[in-house]
């Protein structure tokens, strides 16, 4: 489980994030510095709604995370919950 | 022997335990059973026969010394090709360049260690990376259940090894379900172990956070043997830390005193009729074993899914991120797109998917596993897809194919990929077969480290419905199999007698004992020795300068490396295998076969009089007549567009590179589409880097609409103008069967003169081809085939000099490219003096790789 948290520790408790997703021709500059070739704007616009609707899906357990919440506390849980099973 | 290998790894322990077969001879005839039928399958990128035998024969010296290693001692698998093997190199199931391993991965070290004969490396998607598993390098693994369906993806070399009997397990991996639902869709058992709990080390990376090998095989009890022997920390692996109780399934494993949660209607709802009913049934399975069914929710699933496709995609994306720049040819246009979209994400949301990743997870826990031991989900939402509905470019597209990309309700990762993301452990068995006989599975998911439980109750389960029992019919495979297996039809001794002649010289470039898609991923079984190629004095050809009058016509040149292997021996006036503006699947095997000469000098002349297969190979298949039957297959426009220009380039000074360019009719097509898909092809082929551009209008075994339009003067000359417009200044040409009635060829050569500059004639007639009972040879439905080869020569010659003679007569703008039965510098010259332009060979071309230096040197004006 997560540790009790200082006071100073919940000063940075967040509100619900925000998502900024880039612009089409940002994202197809991006993209063609990456994987080569020329800006692909309808690429990047496909890439953006397929992208948008997982983080939209996604986001009630994305608002969910605690900054006490850290990457190892996965193993920890999976062992804990096989102990108790 | 056929039971042994059919049965379980106990049977075949115990069987090797009592001395009644040695593991040398296990392994034997699983490797006989492969090259008996996986010509047909392609579960297997590559056998690796020797080692296998010496690894056999090892563990027979270790059993003589009374040094047994385990339940698996002696016993056939294999490996999804993404596993390293020390000296050799995991292609991934990309073409892209791969080095060899210098050490072996942990889990195929553990089998080593437990006594397992590997067998060799399976086939896989691409970079593990589609659900079906297409892949470029030697496409995809076709379902033992129906070879037109895929096996699923990304371990179904895996799933169609098995299901086929070849070997009794395999090491899978998993990322998103790509060990569960090719189980599913060709009926075997797979298993997404608990994270933590099976080293990864030598094991591809494309989700580090997700990904998990995992053992398959064709029971629970089979898959609980392969997994005890591969499970277990791993210091090379830092995640993999957790002690896992393995443990062998009781003798009798029991339902009752067990909970199951079962789904309501509502999660249920986007999976097809069929996969519900299985579901229904497995549940009513279960209950009626003994089991207590409580209903579950699935707690935030959406979510889930999600948080799931945001950590594959971003950590896809940062692994491939610099091959992808540094050799993009490894990569296939489709897969470049997905992996794009993990470009997208911010990292902070990444970042914020893993830290939920253990309140999700207890969440999940609770919610489910409070009051059941294990959760019943479907594991694919229905059976296996055909290929052709899943090619890149195939539409209507009922699968989605972006699935770790957005959730749709046919996504094939919707009840897999979540498990990952959890790090639960999912075991999926075979729950049944839809009314065509299609496998379908289900889930049985647990808490952490609850293998042993859920290994118990696949057990029970499978004991109570024996849907794991059933097997393939072979037929099916065997009617879809390589010329050579069809011992149905052919019989034992022709089968053995085509092996002889495959495997002496001369061998064909084209392995006819091979799939198309083998051939073009690994074609062309040519190795040298390279001929000495005379020189010889220019020639004109449309305006171009060629070396010689002679080529390849529109057949074996599949590819830039057909190309350039063809160009190098010294045929100069060479065509590229016909291309669409969608990929095609190749009909499966067989794809070319020998006629009887006998039948074929009796019933040739008729249209409509079926010609009967060889009864034995021919003496010399270079001037022997063949029947071909492939559909015209095409890969995707992304795949040939960049090969075209790579094959221009091969070309030496003094060759030229024609392109084949084929309309695809489709229903709901209008004429005037079609036509003009004729033009936006020769449009792009011209720009690819084609010399000239060849309209098939002629295709021997394709929809009439496409093979016949040579017969339909209007049509061919407004393909024929719109090319024309298309190419610049491009000479156009028109491939045209055989048009028996000489008033019908004027009235085509009048249509088109003007809009084409040359008529390319013969291409192989259609004919029905019959086997030795009288069934179509090629398998229902592909009742007719190409007549190609030695006999086709007299009808050529006459079509060519007719055409010839009425093209001098009315004075029309065109030229004659004769193509039909030319093995020899003098069936050249023949063709020469009938009027044609140039000549080509296909068949004798295919098996006799030295015919253009052959003709060269007898014939330098050629």
Redo the contacts between chains.
């Keep these: 489980m997560n540790e009790a948290r200082t006071g100073a520790q919940c000063r940075f408790l967040m509100p619900p994030?925000t998502?900024?997703?880039?612009d089409p021709e940002t994202?197809a500059r991006?993209?063609a510095d990456?994987?080569?070739g020329t800006p692909d704007r309808a690429?990047a616009e496909r890439?953006?709604a397929?992208?948008g609707?997982?983080?939209?899906?996604?986001?009630?357990?994305?608002d969910?995370?605690?900054p006490m919440?850290?990457?190892e506390?996965?193993?920890?849980?999976?062992?804990e919950?096989?102990r108790h099973? | 022997m056929d039971e042994l290998l059919d049965g379980g790894i106990a049977a075949a322990a115990r069987a090797m335990a009592r001395n009644e077969v040695s593991a040398r001879e296990l392994t034997s005839a699983a490797l006989a059973r492969i090259a008996a039928q996986d010509g047909a399958l392609r579960a297997f990128f590559r056998v690796e026969g020797e080692s296998a035998l010496a690894a056999a024969a090892e563990r027979e010296r270790e059993r003589r010394a009374g040094r047994v290693l385990g339940p698996l001692h002696g016993i056939p698998v294999a490996r999804k090709d993404m596993f390293d093997r020390a000296g050799r190199a995991a292609s991934c199931g990309s073409r892209g360049a791969a080095a060899a391993a210098r050490e072996t991965a942990a889990c195929l070290a553990r089998l080593d260690a437990a006594g397992a004969v590997d067998l060799g490396a399976l086939n896989m998607s691409e970079f593990a990376f589609h659900p079906h598993g297409l892949n470029a390098l030697a496409g995809p693994a076709r379902n033992p259940w129906d070879p037109a369906r895929a096996a699923g993806g990304s371990s179904g070399g895996s799933a169609a090894a098995l299901a086929a009997r070849f070997v009794f397990g395999s090491m899978g991996s998993d990322s998103g379900g790509s060990i569960r639902h090719p189980a599913a869709q060709c009926g075997v058992v797979g298993l997404l172990p608990t994270r933590g709990t099976l080293s990864r080390h030598g094991m591809m990376r494309s989700s580090p956070s997700l990904d998990a090998a995992g053992p398959m095989a064709r029971s629970a009890e089979d898959c609980a043997l392969i997994h005890a022997a591969v499970a277990g920390p791993d210091p090379r692996d830092p995640d993999c830390v957790l002690p896992m109780a393995a443990a062998a399934v009781p003798e009798t494993p029991a339902l009752r005193g067990r909970t199951i949660a079962r789904l309501g209607d509502a999660p249920l709802a986007s999976i097809s009729g069929e996969a519900r009913l299985a579901y229904e049934a497995a549940a009513e399975a279960l209950r009626a074993g003994g089991a207590a069914l409580v209903a579950a929710e699935l707690p935030a699933w959406d979510a889930l899914n999600a948080l799931a496709a945001i950590v594959f995609a971003s950590e896809v994306a940062a692994t491939h991120r610099r091959r992808l720049a540094a050799e993009p040819e490894a990569y296939s246009p489709e897969v470049r797109e997905r992996m794009a979209a993990g470009f997208v994400y911010p990292a902070a949301d990444y970042l914020d998917a893993l830290r939920v990743r253990a309140r999700m997870t207890r969440l999940f826990v609770e919610a489910v596993f409070a009051r059941a031991d294990a959760l019943l989900l479907p594991a694919a939402p229905d059976v296996a897809p055909r290929l052709d509905e899943v090619m890149p470019g195939a539409a209507p597209r009922r699968y989605d194919a972006g699935a770790f990309t957005l959730a749709t309700p046919a996504d094939p990762g919707r009840f897999t990929r979540a498990f990952n993301y959890l790090g639960l452990p999912a075991l999926a068995v075979p729950a049944g077969f839809s009314r065509a006989g299609l496998p379908l599975g289900v889930q049985l998911a647990g808490r952490p480290l609850s293998e042993p439980a859920l290994f118990a109750i696949g057990a029970a389960f499978q004991r109570n419905t024996g849907h794991h029992a059933r097997r393939p019919d072979r037929r099916a495979a065997a009617a879809a199999g390589p010329y050579a297996e069809r011992r149905s039809v052919l019989g034992p001794a022709m089968a053995e007698a085509l092996a002889r002649t495959l495997a002496a010289p001369p061998r064909p470039t084209y392995r006819t004992d091979r799939s198309f898609e083998w051939n073009h991923a690994n074609g062309p079984d040519f190795a040298g020795p390279w001929p000495v190629v005379p020189e010889t004095p220019a020639k004109d050809f449309f305006g171009l300068a060629v070396r010689s009058r002679f080529g390849v016509a529109a057949s074996i040149v599949l590819n830039s490396r057909w190309t350039e292997t063809y160009a190098r021996l010294g045929f100069d006036i060479l065509t590229y295998k016909t291309v669409r503006s969608q990929a095609r699947l190749c009909h499966p095997p067989p794809n070319w076969l020998f006629l009887d000469d006998r039948s074929v000098a009796a019933g040739l002349a008729n249209r409509e009089t079926p010609l009967a297969l060889a009864a034995r190979p021919p003496a010399d298949p270079r001037t022997a007549t063949t029947a071909g039957s492939f559909g015209t297959p095409s890969v995707a426009p992304e795949s040939w567009q960049p090969d075209i220009a790579a094959a221009r380039r091969a070309l030496a000074p003094g060759q030229v590179l024609i392109v084949s360019v084929v309309g695809t009719a489709r229903p709901g097509l209008s004429e005037a589409d079609f036509v003009a898909e004729y033009g936006a092809l020769a449009q792009t082929v011209a720009a690819a880097g084609a010399d000239l551009v060849e309209v098939d209008l002629s295709c021997p075994n394709v929809a009439r609409r496409e093979g016949e339009v040579y017969l339909d003067p209007r049509l061919s000359a407004a393909i024929a103008r719109a090319v024309k417009a298309a190419a610049g200044a491009r000479p156009v040409l028109l491939k045209t069967g055989d048009i028996a009635d000489r008033a019908q060829m004027a009235a085509f050569l009048e249509a088109v003169a003007g809009a084409a500059d040359g008529v390319v004639m013969i291409n192989a007639p259609s004919r029905p081809i019959v086997d030795g009972a009288g069934a179509p040879a090629f398998g229902a439905g592909r009742e007719r085939a190409g007549v190609a080869g030695g006999a086709i020569r007299a009808i050529a010659l006459r079509a060519v000099a007719d055409a010839v003679a009425h093209i001098h007569r009315r004075g029309l703008p065109l030229k004659v490219i004769g193509v039909g039965g030319v093995a020899s510098a003098a069936d050249a010259r023949a063709f020469l003096d009938a009027g044609a332009c140039a000549v080509q060979a296909a068949t004798a071309a295919a098996w006799n790789p030295y015919l253009a230096a052959e003709i060269k040197a007898a014939a330098p004006d050629i």
Excluded: E, F, S, Y
Aim: hydrophobic content about 65%; aromatic content about 0%.
């Design positions: 994030a998502t900024m997703l880039p994202l991006k993209l990456i994987l080569g690429l890439l953006l397929l992208c609707a997982q983080l939209a899906a996604a986001r009630p357990a994305l969910g995370v605690d919440d850290v990457l506390h996965h193993a920890a849980a999976l062992r919950l096989a099973g």
